[in-house]
């Protein structure tokens, strides 16, 4: 048990202590021009009188031409750390979902949440995952907006369907592996309170199930953090997650799918195409570095992550991972302005 505190410990404080600094936040616009900006910050920082046990909560503003209004998600008052905010939006029925991951027990375990916000008013909070002790890192959203139906008659056709795919890091101080949840949403509802929830390694043959091991050194933090993109047909994701045992990192495509069962249909994700694309050399981070990733329609990747200094990244593409290149930042080259540079190569390959 001490073992498990104190690697708890590590891979919790230090991200949070670096949160003091860079700002934790997640924007969406949505087709009516209503920009929603979710936002992790200290307490005594948060718009109003807020009346809280938590050290960090989270706030949302929402702005449509001049008229912005600002609040506080109520579901981040009980105590703890409330970080890391992830946005979908449903377009039908108006509904915003927040998904965040909340620290509890002095940083010794985590879970991740969510709620969704509609006509002014908030939903209660739903859990994803409750392990005991588990620590939750680098939660990813995506949306698909179909889903896959089979008839009786064997006949495979696309529908409409809204589906919220999350994935995240997990640990336990024993165990680590990539995670995954299939959140369906009906009328601006979740479908179901039993979300499916997966070891991504199960998708991927190669792969071992257990997520015991570790990686090698200059791969270990990269590993942890997985990317998800959605297909521009919004029918698929593709997910690109590491493997320890494998030392490795896997591009994974998921589609959302129905599933005749007694009482009807249930949706299920189902493995399209998996790809093992190995992992860059000499990528060395701690667990306070902020990682992102890009990717075009093809199996090309960019992982990107910076110091005020300068902005570094990583290619794969040609079925092999280019060396780390730097991005030098000054006042006429921001990291905004790095980012999108990056942006726009990915998309012209």
């Known amino acids: 048990m001490i073992k498990r505190i104190a690697v708890a410990l590590a891979l919790v404080l230090l991200p949070l202590a670096a949160m003091a600094e860079a700002p934790d936040r997640d924007l969406l616009l949505t087709n009516d021009g209503t920009l929603y900006a979710a936002e992790s910050m200290f307490a005594q920082n948060a718009p109003g009188i807020v009346q809280t046990s938590s050290t960090r909560v989270l706030t949302l503003t929402v702005q449509n031409g001049s008229s912005t209004m600002s609040t506080t998600v109520p579901a981040s008052l009980s105590g703890g750390w ?45 859990a994803l995952d409750n392990a005991d002790w588990d620590l939750r890192h680098n939660l990813r959203i995506a949306v698909t907006r179909h889903v896959e139906s089979t008839d009786k008659d064997g006949k495979v056709t696309s529908i409409p369907g809204l589906t919220v795919h999350a994935v995240w890091w997990q640990e336990n101080g024993y165990a680590q592996w990539a995670r995954y949840a299939m959140i369906t949403i009906e009328k601006g509802n979740v479908a179901s309170a039993d979300i499916p929830l997966f070891n991504l390694n199960t998708f991927s043959p190669s792969s071992h199930a257990d997520g015991s091991g570790g990686p090698a050194k200059q791969t270990q933090e990269l590993l ?126």
């Open 82 to 126: 409330h970080v890391n905010p992830a946005l979908a939006f449903d377009n039908e029925s108006k509904t915003l979902f927040i998904f965040w991951e909340s620290v509890q027990q002095g940083g010794l375990a985590s879970s991740l949440l969510f709620c969704s916000y509609q006509d002014g008013r908030w939903s209660e909070p739903t």
């Open 224 to 349: 942890r953090h997985p990317a998800i993109f959605e297909s521009p047909g919004h029918d698929t994701v593709d997910i690109v997650f590491g493997n320890v045992d494998t030392k490795s990192l896997h591009r994974l495509t998921i589609k959302p799918s129905f599933k005749v069962v007694e009482d009807g249909r249930i949706r299920i994700p189902i493995g399209v195409k998996d790809r093992e694309i190995g992992a860059p050399e000499a990528i060395v981070l701690d667990a306070s570095s902020a990682v992102s990733a890009l990717s075009s329609g093809s199996d090309n990747v960019v992982y990107y992550f910076g110091t005020p200094q300068a902005l570094s990244y990583v290619m794969y593409k040609d079925s092999q991972w280019s060396t780390l290149r730097s991005i030098a930042l000054n006042d006429r080259v921001t990291h905004d302005t790095a980012v999108d540079a990056i942006r726009r190569m990915v998309s012209a390959e």
